[in-house]
């Protein structure tokens, strides 16, 4: 019996339903590319998806959209987004965060999406580094994104040529490396510009139904332009001749053709499946996971005293950002998340019940190596060392938890099939989105953009430089 073959080959192949696929897909099928998107689970969105449990919708992966601007803005990645994608600023009903924080021993800096607001923070706490501040923000002013000459330079050196405190550079490398760092103990330059602008130049928001809104708009509008999408769709093999992708074999013998593919499953791992084995990749996988959890309150988090949005905690004045050492999880350092605390409209009121999202560093190999019976139980301990942990940084909020859910990164590993369980992908990123291969490019979180925004961006960006460009000539 021969093998299933597509009967025509597709414009362009897309690898994975998370948001940088599914804006790659839009971005496409607006311009009559014959697109199909392949999906390997039953669901889509990779990390940022969602799920309900206990008749409680819970997202998955979302604290925070970063790059939040405001309605009419014509600058920064989220009004390019909405441009390229043809969408209106309503259609995702953000609201902004109420206001967030870190927190290390003795000191905080406050922040909102004003960043003249954390300036004044830093101007208070660390008066003798005003001026150094400003110099950050002068020359991040002047930083292109685009423009990568500097972008794998050191951050910490940098910094410690701009800020003679110690204590501040660790403060500011806190929320950024949580939010977007696959590095360990230090940060590309050019990943800290993204960071820093997406966060304290622009900022949170959140929509009130959270990831889902955004993920029903994505594949809406996919859809309505005649692009094909594919769940339980997982490949076994991307075919190679020569210096070309040639087309995709999927997990049940499906052969599909494709005069390009783009992948969202990483480097790494995009790499791994093609079928040329004797070219030997040199690229490592990541290695920065987490466990996440989220406790169900009995009452809002205002009620308990807690109305911020987010609270980035490190309990000791250097911040370490690495893999557990010794043990399953570290939690000297943390992120606590309310989905409750943003600047919700009156029409939409207050979210169904309370939410604190709590997120801690993990090691995949020790997490993957349990049993099933020590994997139950180590979901359950570290769920308490954790909020022990960070409860020292907010009120305790234990005595009110009705109902809690956890995930690993044995979870993580299972939904976004990066090695390790890496939520940020690869350490080295390929900023152009290009391989080996002439017609296979990437997007998403190892192209260099990580968020929702980000990831959105970069599928959108690969689209217009590898797929449009070469197909409109």
């Given at each position: 019996m021969s093998e299933p073959t597509h009967p025509a080959p597709y414009d362009t192949i897309?690898?994975?339903?998370?948001?940088?696929?599914?804006?790659?897909?839009?971005?496409?099928?607006?311009?009559?590319?014959?697109?199909?998107?392949?999906?390997k689970h039953w669901t889509i969105g990779g990390l940022n998806s969602f799920y309900r449990m206990n008749g409680r919708n819970y997202d998955v992966g979302l604290h925070a959209m970063t790059n939040y601007t405001a309605k009419g803005a014509k600058k920064g990645p989220l009004a390019r987004l909405l441009k390229q994608l043809r969408f209106r600023w309503e259609d995702f009903?953000?609201?902004?965060?109420?206001?967030?924080?870190?927190?290390?021993?003795?000191?905080?800096?406050?922040?909102?999406?004003?960043?003249?607001?954390?300036?004044?923070?830093?101007?208070?706490?660390?008066?003798?580094?005003?001026d150094a501040f400003q110099t950050l923000l002068n020359r991040l002013v002047d930083y292109d994104d685009l423009k990568q000459e500097d972008f794998a330079q050191s951050t910490r050196t940098i910094l410690s040529e701009i800020f003679s405190d110690p204590l501040l550079i660790e403060m500011l490398l806190c929320p950024?490396?949580?939010?977007?760092?696959?590095?360990?103990?230090?940060?590309?330059?050019?990943?800290?510009?993204?960071?820093?602008?997406?966060?304290?130049?622009?900022?949170?928001?959140?929509?009130?139904?959270?990831?889902?809104?955004?993920?029903k708009h994505l594949v809406r509008r996919y859809r309505e332009l005649g692009g094909e999408l594919r769940l339980r769709s997982g490949i076994s093999k991307i075919h190679v001749d020569g210096d070309h992708a040639v087309g995709v074999e999927l997990e049940d013998g499906t052969i599909m053709t494709g005069k390009r593919i783009l992948s969202s499953a990483?480097?790494?791992?995009?790499?791994?499946?093609?079928?040329?084995?004797?070219?030997?990749?040199v690229a490592a996988a990541g290695e920065m996971t987490f466990i996440e959890s989220i406790s169900v309150l009995d009452c809002q988090p205002k009620k308990l005293g807690f109305d911020e949005t987010i609270v980035f905690f490190n309990d000791s004045e250097k911040f370490h950002w690495s893999k557990p050492a010794q043990s399953l999880c570290d939690v000297r350092t943390g992120v606590i998340?309310?989905?409750?605390?943003?600047?919700?409209?009156?029409?939409?009121?207050?979210?169904?019940?309370g939410f604190m999202r709590l997120t801690t560093i993990a090691d995949f190999q020790r997490w993957s190596s349990l049993n099933d019976e020590e994997y139950q139980r180590a979901k359950f301990r570290w769920y308490d060392e954790s909020v022990a942990s960070a409860v020292r940084f907010m009120p305790d909020f234990r005595r009110h938890v009705v109902d809690t859910d956890v995930f690993t990164p044995k979870t993580i590993r299972r939904f976004t099939s990066h090695d390790n369980g890496a939520v940020y992908g690869a350490p080295h990123k390929q900023l152009d989105g290009t391989t080996r291969l002439?017609?296979?490019?990437?997007?998403?979180?190892d192209q260099g953009f990580v968020g929702i925004v980000g990831a959105i961006v970069s599928g959108i960006?690969?689209?217009?430089?590898?797929?449009?460009?070469?197909?409109a000539q």
């Open positions: 897309i690898i994975g339903a998370g948001m940088s696929g599914l804006a790659a897909g839009i971005r496409l099928a607006h311009y009559d590319q014959r697109v199909c998107i392949l999906e009903q953000l609201a902004e965060q109420c206001g967030s924080r870190i927190a290390f021993p003795g000191v905080n800096l406050e922040f909102n999406n004003d960043i003249a607001y954390l300036q004044s923070q830093v101007n208070a706490s660390f008066p003798h580094q005003k950024l490396m949580w939010y977007g760092n696959a590095k360990e103990h230090d940060m590309d330059w050019g990943q800290f510009c993204i960071m820093f602008r997406s966060i304290f130049l622009e900022g949170f928001a959140r929509p009130f139904k959270g990831v889902r809104l955004i993920l990483g480097v790494v791992e995009t790499m791994r499946l093609c079928d040329d084995s004797s070219v030997v990749e998340c309310s989905p409750n605390n943003y600047a919700y409209s009156a029409e939409e009121g207050e979210l169904e019940a002439k017609n296979l490019f990437l997007c998403g979180t960006s690969m689209a217009n430089q590898h797929c449009l460009r070469e197909w």
